[in-house]
């Protein structure tokens, strides 16, 4: 883009993370619990416009999200306005916002350098909610030239459809690796713009369902303020964990979502090529019965650039 047709501000893909290690009243939350103020201050190198929304929890015995039957939330804008009353997060987005589908916020509601977003919750339902985290996704608005931001050049050969695999080798049952590093092969740069996760699955006493990433800039500047789950940020990469339905409740494969529809990355990060993207890893599925370490692909999906 050209100085005079670039938006007046830089867009940096950001997810602010508000679970456990924001507030610890998260980490178990009873049937019939009303929690009041769950805060989060936003940073205060940038503006955040939120753009969609997602919550879960920690995956029950059965790889499903029922314990967030039943959940209401309500939640403020940027100057402590509140955006509802506590309505279901079960009618206001599908799957949770989970599996590449994030409940869209239409228009953007931008929030100040250090403002405060505030949640309040209503847990109707009637099974203890484990883990229990709020994703407010978005971007932040930087002045140009403040953070790196490499594009595309002036002008480029073509561009190739591409994906990136990436193997993780025996993650420990509560194992968290960091500073891994993926370096774009020296043909072409790499434009990365969604991800799938890798196939969750629990059978014979071995899980694998609580993973969580965090991505970096090769300057290892975070695009989170912790880390994500796979689920949130990619989907899985095979048939997702079921979605319970109703108050019984029924159980249903999510439809469009996984390997139909990865988890989008917006805006689009650009990697030229011989450069890095750094990612810390985390693993928390416990260490019960024949749980064991686990090798497991997820893919960067994007586009090669030929200059």
Not at 124 to 153: C, E, H, M, Q, S
């Amino acid at each position: 883009m050209t100085p005079a047709t670039r938006p007046p501000l830089q867009e940096r893909h950001y997810d602010y993370v508000i679970g456990p290690n924001q507030d610890t009243r998260l980490a178990s939350v009873a049937a019939g619990t009303i929690i009041d103020k769950i805060k989060l201050q936003t940073d205060g190198d940038a503006p955040f416009e939120l753009r969609s929304r997602a919550v879960r929890c920690a995956y029950d015995a059965s790889l499903t999200q029922t314990p967030l039957i039943g959940l209401t939330s309500q939640w403020t804008g940027p100057t402590r306005d509140y955006r509802s009353s506590f309505l279901l997060e079960s009618l206001q987005m599908a799957y949770y916002g989970q599996g590449g589908t994030p409940k869209p916020i239409v228009p953007g509601i931008r929030y100040p350098a250090n403002s405060i977003i505030e949640i309040d919750i209503w847990h109707r339902g009637t099974t203890t909610i484990t883990n229990l985290t709020f994703y407010f996704r978005g971007v932040k608005l930087y002045d140009w030239g403040a953070v790196p931001g490499p594009t595309y050049p002036p002008v480029f050969k073509r561009g190739q459809t591409f994906s990136y695999p990436i193997n993780v080798a025996s993650l420990g049952v509560s194992e968290t690796r960091l500073t891994n590093l993926f370096t774009c092969k020296q043909d072409a740069d790499f434009v990365f713009r969604a991800g799938q996760g890798p196939t969750l699955f629990t059978s014979g006493g071995r899980t694998l369902g609580e993973i969580f990433i965090t991505l970096k800039d090769a300057d290892k500047n975070p695009y989170s303020n912790d880390f994500v789950h796979f689920d949130i940020l990619f989907g899985s990469g095979a048939a997702p964990a079921t979605i319970p339905v109703g108050a019984t409740p029924s159980y249903i494969s999510p439809f469009g979502t996984g390997p139909a529809q990865p988890g989008l990355v917006y805006p689009e990060i650009y990697i030229p090529k011989n450069q890095q993207l750094i990612y810390d890893l985390q693993r928390a599925d416990g260490s019960g019965g024949s749980n064991q370490s686990e090798t497991f692909n997820f893919n960067l999906i994007g586009m090669k650039v030929f200059q």
